[in-house]
């Protein structure tokens, strides 16, 4: 039998090993997508092996607001100011007891006081705009089996959620528009911190002991001003910048000899306030929001009672979607815009007395 000869075409292949698809060598000869930019071999088995991970990287952010102030989402819609009412009281006559004796006979005439307080309000707005383009875009994205993790609509959405959240947060702390927040109010009580064996008023350069006694000479001063009403004046909030909150996490030391429990730990049970059964609480607040905010650009430590006869925040209306309308704008083509609105006050303050700042901390 006569031995097998390769076929004229497979010999052929087999001289010409160099004309390949995506093949890169200038032989002259035509080649599969010969004007394609080029990439590695096994193309379509590695796009088939692809796996997309849905999980979205967000920016990285810090929203404190609910946890430092009683938030009332009163739900009233978008007024111009909120009001609260205040009494003091006092009396007539030449005595201040009411109590009779025999020199004295004269009743006081108790009276009342009424005032009545106002906040104004802050309208806010924010919205987005989606190109026509850039939906069919994601459509043939889809048709071709590789969509987005995440809608343009939701990536949008989120994008006004964060900045409605950090808009609560600029406002419960340095206020807007004139009115004051939390670390900035000048009707609030202020002190600097004294220095302490070392010279120094830096919580950092300060014994455990200096610092609970900075604490406690604090809280002693607001409930002193506030005729002693340990229940509704003593603070239980103490803000601190992260910076001096990382260096008090640290453990302390007594005798020289580190133990096992932190500076903050040691002075949230050991201060006046614990002492008087309030729940007192140390919290880290971000530079950005309290960082120089005291006399001189010192440093602020921020004592307060965080309750809403004292101090609240009111959303009269939460973020809501107002509208959302075809539109063209110029260069970016046609497509549609959404609107959203929200209504925040500013900061209310019923009762100044029942906070302070302590600088230079």
């Given at each position: 039998m006569k031995p097998l000869r390769p076929h004229r075409f497979f010999?052929?292949?087999?001289?010409?090993?160099?004309?390949?698809?995506?093949?890169?060598?200038?032989?002259?000869?035509?080649?599969?997508?010969?004007?394609?930019?080029?990439?590695?071999?096994?193309?379509?088995?590695?796009?088939?092996?692809?796996?997309?991970?849905?999980?979205?990287?967000?920016?990285?952010q810090a929203v404190t607001h609910p946890r430092d102030i009683w938030v009332d989402n009163s739900g009233s819609g978008f007024p111009q100011w909120i009001s609260a009412f205040a009494i003091n009281y006092a009396t007539t006559g030449t005595?201040?007891?009411?109590?009779?004796?025999?020199?004295?006979?004269?009743?006081?005439?108790?009276?009342?006081?009424?005032?009545?307080?106002?906040?104004?309000?802050?309208?806010?707005?924010?919205?987005?705009?989606?190109?026509?383009?850039?939906?069919?875009?994601?459509?043939?994205?889809?048709?071709?089996?590789?969509?987005?993790?995440?809608?343009?609509q939701d990536m949008y959405e989120q994008s006004v959620e964060t900045k409605w959240v950090k808009d609560l947060d600029r406002v419960t702390y340095l206020g807007w528009n004139g009115y004051p927040g939390l670390v900035n109010n000048s009707n609030a009580f202020e002190t600097v911190a004294p220095a302490g064996a070392g010279g120094s008023t830096l919580w950092t350069k300060k014994s455990p002991q200096e610092i609970l006694n900075d604490i406690n000479n604090m809280q002693n001063s607001i409930v002193e001003q506030s005729g002693y009403d340990i229940a509704e004046a003593m603070p239980d909030s103490l803000l601190i910048p992260y910076t001096q909150f990382a260096?008090?996490?640290?453990?302390?030391?007594i005798g020289g000899s580190p133990v096992a429990v932190s500076i903050i730990s040691y002075v949230e049970k050991e201060c006046v306030a614990a002492k008087n059964g309030v729940n007192f609480k140390i919290n880290s607040l971000p530079n950005p929001w309290i960082s120089g905010q005291g006399s001189g650009g010192l440093d602020r430590a921020v004592f307060y009672k965080n309750s809403k006869k004292s101090l609240y925040l009111d959303i009269p209306q939460q973020k809501v979607l107002a509208l959302t309308v075809p539109t063209n704008l110029?260069?970016?083509?046609?497509?549609?815009?959404?609107?959203?609105?929200?209504?925040?006050?500013?900061?209310?303050?019923?009762?100044?007395?029942?906070?302070g700042y302590l600088d230079g901390i």
């Open positions: 010999a052929s292949l087999q001289a010409d090993l160099g004309a390949r698809a995506f093949d890169g060598t200038p032989t002259g000869r035509g080649r599969a997508l010969d004007s394609a930019a080029g990439g590695s071999g096994l193309a379509f088995l590695q796009s088939q092996l692809e796996y997309v991970d849905t999980d979205i990287v967000e920016p990285l005595q201040n007891t009411g109590l009779q004796g025999t020199q004295n006979t004269e009743i006081a005439l108790a009276q009342a006081d009424l005032q009545k307080g106002f906040w104004p309000t802050n309208i806010w707005a924010s919205g987005f705009f989606i190109g026509w383009l850039d939906l069919q875009r994601l459509q043939t994205a889809k048709k071709s089996g590789l969509p987005p993790p995440i809608s343009l260096a008090l996490s640290q453990p302390m030391a110029g260069t970016l083509g046609p497509g549609y815009s959404s609107s959203f609105f929200g209504c925040i006050s500013n900061v209310i303050f019923k009762r100044t007395l029942t906070m």
